[in-house]
């Protein structure tokens, strides 16, 4: 037994490589700096370290360290044991469970030198000069180490780390059965509770029924995949609900709320729009590009897993929505990614509730993930916002998008009978288990989960490459992405008009002793199913070896009409696919409205607001986002011609041509959750025009352009939360009719909310709308002032509507008067897009955030140019002066026109002159509401978000 | 159009992580050459010859996704599978060209600076990857994006004397301040050559300024040449004037 067990330790043992920097580095400092962040003053040297199985004796492994890991110029490295003089040493590595992102390449490497490793994992180690244990335990679990993907280990002048575990090996071949026809109603609920199957006792009831007809107890398999099939995440039961609405006024009953307002938006337009190709149906919108190719886009949230782990959970929510563009149609190619967040603020100073991570670590984590694995992909971010407010403290939004190019003629995928199951990319492992059951639950302290992982861009990146020439090859009939549920949910959505069978020895693991079902629901990132036809399938894997791409026959499309899978000889899974697909009962619920908001402000006049105008601007919401737009690569590809910064003001929209081709797409988005305080309606209203603002403001053209929506919500059980969302989505559906602005894709997510203890932090009603629109590429328009001595024009009425506004913010009120969306809108922006075509506008900038008085001060930080403005001449139904600087009325342009174009521009659009371009570095408006020095402003402007 | 006696021949190498090839092969095709995107694996099976070429690229991106340095695991494969074929196509005199990524590999195989000289690159002094337009200065002129987060030319005083001495900088940041020099090259240095001349490394992408309107103050104006394909133009006449 003795020595069964010493022969295991050796077996398991192994030999690690930790390389030093020479010099003091940037990283070293950075992680100073963080330290800092939590008012810890210490000195901190980085180190890396390699962990290779001990098939190598100490020879070979110097070798690799000197040959292979070490930069000789600048590092050096050693085998030894850790230690050092009067410092404590940490060590900081992914949990043994945990994919290493970096495992296969660094494995590959060693094979090229001739040697073979089975494991490698990497680590970083601390050298800290800290005060007492407690700090160096504060360090480690603020600052170092996220319990939820990682382990730290630490120790004074001597480190004793355990050594990874190897984690691959065989599944386990149990499969339960779960004894639902004998239990109560309250056994149901448990059975569902317990298994975080997310499952009310209603579903639970209806899947009883089923197998009581079969005449037989569900097996563990089949459970989970109609708790996932049938989850929120999925299947979107409250939003496809019927819902009793009361209005305060009159009720109605509205069938299917998905239906009634964002479909019927869209199909009222459709007509008109014959550029819609595939919308509401594929894993994301497609419309119609130019002669050769089409345009597929998705935009996805990924909450839950980035309030957990922030640096995993946006690197796994961007890889997923790339995902979903490779599996639309037969597949995009991906141009480019946008990122919107929303965190609490990063001065946050009251005590955080336990389970939450300080908001500035969020939004370091989210941006570093986003970074990490964006920019290892090779796909341009190119667009996004970033928005604060303390109630997104325990909930972040983090939504992704991707846009993809896919040839005419793809649009379309069928699996068909005896075609094979074909996975493509990483392997299986138990990580990612219950993520769409997961997030369609309410966050708590507790919620620690394998439900969040750490994206591979690489294995992706491969996958991508070697699918596109697949598809180039006509070598699939059709294919989707693993996302929540993994295979459960792709194979099951794959074969739903046909059938499937699937044996599951043939997957290849991560992880030893999986059981049947945790492999058939795991949501392991980068893998794609696709149906192969027999003939095609030697091809296919010969495509995929070249680009050292995993592909693996786990099974056939049948014509049964069933799922079937098996495992090791027994059935896993046995379900007809109707009731999979179509036995879940509609959800039914009532919901009402009020406005809400308060009193509207009456505030004294000043004669001046430069302090105030400061502070708007140096509010996180509005201030330069340089310091994270920089961390990411929107040059890749070589397409990007409108930039996220347009010198150093913010660009309206993204402009990408993809293919060096003649067209372009202006890709913008709309969020404002503050406006919801008082009232969802114009709060969707609000960001559906501010959408369009940003693509008519960049040349962007609104009759050739398309909506997507992304709600995010706390939890709807209450009627007055349902009914803001109902009240949102009739806004959707209003707003997308009168613009005729249809929408292609959309995803919803609810609880985003924490619960502590008793307090429940709720998000604000938060709606993000992307919209793209296709123009000539030589029709973009820039926000940067050219040159002094133009006249400065401006687009739209600036009506009473400080209600969520930045100035009330400043003053910590909400107000009522919230801005609406006017019949003037739409021909306002299609004049101003009419003379933008006949070159008459030099730079466009839309009024939002912060009103009239920040929109000049940002064209004027980009062009470097100043602007002088005289309030009498701005079109207005107001009173007050601070009313025409700060109030966020929708639908406003500010409009850069040449001298000499002034009388045709006025001819054209319904514009009026408010203004000019002056030599001086200044911003004047008025006769001294606001006068003050460019480089004051800007400074407030940039000193927010610096890290 | 003139019809060349004989097209060059551009290989566009490709590996895991690399996702600068399209634009480097279009950069290659605008300046008149012959292009082909090649896996690594291909050239290590012996499917396809570095010898049926004339210009070797290799483009940006993360090969293997840089998981110990930039450039590193890659480098390791060149030197281990193709390193002869590699000193042979560069003896003959035939161009080597690395951007971004393709430059760190250079570097680390040796193949830059040459000679046995030694020079790195790290991580940029900011500790962050960074994304920015700079302007370059030295055998041409011209606006160029980065985006690296490890481009910090570095080597010793020796070495660096040698360079300038050899003519083997190509390229200088316009500065030696921050963002002019986006990274902390050490004497600004963004891109070499070896001694002869036809083992080329720069970290900034013209491959990514093509065209006019790529240019971040030229957006809208009529889609014509931008700066960087003087680069790959170069390149090209090199080829043929050998």
Redesign the interface.
């Known amino acids: 037994m003795r020595l069964e067990k010493l022969l295991q330790k050796k077996e398991s043992s192994m030999k690690a490589v930790e390389v030093f920097s020479k010099e003091k580095?940037?990283?070293d400092?950075?992680i100073e700096g963080s330290l800092a962040d939590f008012g810890i003053k210490a000195d901190v040297r980085v180190s890396d370290v390699?962990y290779i199985d001990s098939s190598f004796n100490d020879e070979e492994i110097k070798e690799l360290a000197e040959?292979?890991?070490t930069?000789?110029?600048?590092q050096t490295f050693s085998t030894e044991t850790s230690n050092k003089e009067s410092e404590w040493i940490i060590e900081v590595r992914y949990k043994d469970a945990v994919s290493d992102?970096?495992e296969d390449?660094?494995i590959?490497?060693i094979r090229?030198?001739?040697k073979d490793a089975k494991t490698v994992r990497?680590a970083k180690r601390y050298y800290v000069t800290a005060a007492d244990e407690k700090e160096v335990q504060l360090i480690c679990k603020n600052i170092l180490a996220n319990g939820i993907t990682e382990d730290y280990y630490y120790g004074y002048e001597e480190l004793n780390a355990a050594e990874p575990r190897i984690m691959e090996g065989k599944a386990s071949d149990e499969i339960n059965e779960v004894g639902i026809l004998d239990a109560s109603d309250e056994g149901l609920q448990r059975i569902s509770r317990e298994g975080v199957l997310s499952l009310s006792l209603e579903e639970m009831k209806k899947i009883k029924e089923y197998f009581e007809k079969e005449g037989r107890n569900p097996r563990d398999g089949e459970l989970e995949t109609l708790a996932q099939t049938w989850s929120e995440h999925c299947k979107h039961k409250i939003f496809n609900s019927e819902i009793e609405f009361d209005n305060g006024k009159e009720k109605e009953i509205i069938g299917n709320l998905f239906k009634e307002t964002i479909v019927a938006a869209t199909n009222k337009i459709a007509a008109k729009k014959d550029w819609l190709v595939s919308v509401f149906k594929d894993n994301a919108g497609i419309i119609n590009f130019d002669d050769k190719n089409n345009f597929a886009m998705k935009v996805e949230t990924h909450n839950h897993p980035s309030a957990l782990d922030p640096y995993g959970g946006a690197s796994t929510g961007i890889g997923g929505v790339i995902r979903d563009v490779l599996g639309a149609g037969l597949g995009a190619k991906p141009v480019f990614n946008t990122d919107v967040f929303c965190f609490a603020r990063s001065d946050y100073d009251k005590e955080l509730p336990s389970g939450i991570l300080h908001p500035k670590r969020i939004f370091k984590g989210v941006v570093s993930g986003v970074?990490d694995y964006g920019?290892?992909?090779?796909i341009p971010t190119v667009n996004g916002a970033i928005i604060f407010h303390d109630d997104f403290l325990g909930a972040p939004l983090v939504y992704c998008g991707t846009g993809g190019i896919i040839p005419k003629g793809m649009e379309n995928k069928k699996a068909s009978n005896g075609e094979l199951i074909v996975v493509v990319g990483g392997k299986t492992g138990r990580d990612g288990l219950h993520g769409a059951t997961f997030s369609s639950a309410i966050l708590d302290e507790s919620s620690s989960s394998s439900a969040v992982q750490i994206g591979?861009?690489?294995e992706e990146?491969?996958m991508l490459?070697a699918l596109l020439q697949c598809r180039d090859q006509r070598l699939y009939t059709c294919i989707t992405d693993c996302g929540a549920g993994g295979f459960s949910s792709a194979v099951g959505e794959m074969a739903a008009s046909t059938g499937a069978e699937v044996e599951l020895d043939k997957v290849q693991l991560k992880h030893a002793g999986m059981k049947p079902w945790e492999i058939w629901m795991s949501e392991s990132q980068e893998r794609m199913i696709i149906a192969v036809p027999e003939d095609k399938v030697e091809e296919l894997k010969e495509v995929c070896r070249?680009?050292?791409v995993n592909a693996i026959v786990i099974g056939k499309f049948t014509d049964t009409k069933k799922l079937v899978v098996n495992h090791s000889g027994k059935t896993l899974v046995d379900l007809d696919m109707e009731f999979l697909h179509k036995g879940l009962p509609q959800l039914k619920r009532k919901a009402n409205w009020q406005e809400k908001g308060e009193e509207e402000p009456q505030l004294e006049e000043k004669n001046n607001y430069n302090e105030e105008l400061k502070k708007i601007l140096a509010h996180p919401s509005v201030a330069s986002k340089e310091e994270v737009?920089?961390?990411?690569?929107?040059?890749?590809?070589?397409?990007?011609?409108?930039?996220p910064m347009?010198?150093e003001g913010p660009s309206d929209a993204a402009?990408i041509?993809p293919e060096?081709g003649k067209k372009a797409l202006v890709i913008s988005n709309g969020i404002n959750p503050r406006y919801s305080f008082i009232n969802s309606y114009w709060m969707a209203a609000s960001v559906i025009d501010e959408a369009m603002r940003n693509i008519v403001a960049s040349?962007g053209d609104i009759s050739r352009t398309a909506l997507l929506d992304n709600f995010c919500w706390g939890s709807t059980q209450s009627e007055e939360k349902l009914g803001s969302l109902v009240m949102a989505a009739k806004a959707c559906h209003d707003i997308a009719v009168d613009y005729e602005t249809p929408f292609i894709s959309g995803k919803d997510s609810f609880h985003n909310e924490f619960k502590s203890g008793n307090t429940t932090i709720a998000i604000p009603d938060t709606l993000l709308i992307s919209a793209v629109s296709v123009i000539d590429?030589?029709?973009?328009?820039?926000m940067d002032l050219k040159e002094e001595g133009n006249s400065i024009y401006l687009v739209g009425k600036t009506y009473d509507e400080l209600g969520g506004s930045h100035y009330y913010e400043l003053l910590e009120k909400i107000g009522r008067n919230v801005p609406k969306v006017r019949e003037a809108a739409k021909k306002n922006m299609e004049s101003l897009t009419t003379a933008m075509k006949a070159g008459l506008v030099l730079s466009c900038h839309d009024c939002s955030e912060g009103g009239l008085a920040v929109a000049a001060a940002e064209m004027a930080f980009a062009g470097n140019i100043g602007m002088r403005i005289n309030t009498a001449a701005i079109p207005n139904e107001i009173d007050k002066n601070y009313k025409l600087l700060f109030s966020e009325s929708n639908s406003r342009f500010l409009v850069e026109v040449k001298k000499e174009n002034e009388e045709e521009f006025e001819k054209i659009t319904n514009a009026t002159k408010i203004g000019e371009t002056i030599g001086e570095k200044k911003l004047v408006i008025g006769d001294n509401l606001i006068d003050a020095g460019l480089d004051e402003l800007k400074e407030a402007w940039k000193k927010t978000i610096k890290w | 159009m003139e019809k060349d006696n004989k097209m060059v021949k551009a290989l566009i190498l490709?590996s895991?992580?690399?996702?600068?090839n399209?634009?480097t092969e279009?950069g290659f095709r605008m300046a008149g050459a012959e292009t082909e995107q090649i896996?690594v694996?291909?050239l290590i099976s012996g499917e396809k010859k570095l010898t049926d070429y004339d210009i070797l690229a290799l483009p940006?991106?993360?090969s293997?996704?840089?998981?110990?340095?930039g450039g590193?695991?890659l480098a390791?494969?060149l030197s281990?599978?193709l390193r002869k074929q590699m000193e042979e196509f560069i003896e003959q005199g035939k161009v080597v060209v690395g951007i971004c990524n393709g430059f760190q590999v250079l570097v680390?195989t040796g193949f830059l600076p040459g000679d046995g000289m030694?020079?790195?690159l790290?991580?940029?002094?900011?500790?962050?990857?960074?994304?920015?337009w700079v302007k370059l200065k030295g055998s041409s002129e011209m606006d160029v994006?980065v985006?690296h987060g490890e481009g910090k030319f570095?080597?010793?005083n020796e070495t660096l004397d040698e360079l300038e001495e050899n003519g083997q900088v190509m390229f200088r940041y316009s500065s030696s301040e921050y963002p002019e020099n986006p990274n902390g090259s050490l004497r600004d240095i963004a891109g070499i050559t070896n001694t002869r001349g036809n083992v080329i490394g720069l970290m900034p992408?013209p491959?990514?300024h093509?065209?006019y309107?790529?240019h971040?103050k030229e957006?809208?104006?009529?889609?014509n040449e931008g700066e960087g394909l003087k680069f790959f133009k170069n390149i090209i006449e090199r080829c043929k004037t050998k």
């Open positions: 580095t940037a990283r400092k950075a390699y040959g292979l890991f930069d000789k110029l600048t992102p970096a390449s660094i590959r490497a090229d030198l001739g990497t970074s920019n290892r992909i090779g591979n861009p690489i990146k491969k490459d070249n680009e050292d737009i920089r961390r990411y690569d929107h040059e890749v590809q070589g397409n990007t011609i409108g930039k347009t010198g402009i041509r060096f040349g590429a030589t029709n973009a328009i820039t | 490709r895991a992580g690399i996702n600068c399209d634009e279009k896996h694996n291909k940006g991106g993360f293997y996704g840089d998981y110990i340095a590193s695991i390791n494969q281990v599978k680390k030694k020079a790195t790290t991580n940029n002094d900011s500790g962050k990857f960074e994304c920015r994006p985006a570095f080597a010793d992408h491959e990514r093509l065209t309107d790529n971040p957006i809208s104006k009529e889609s």
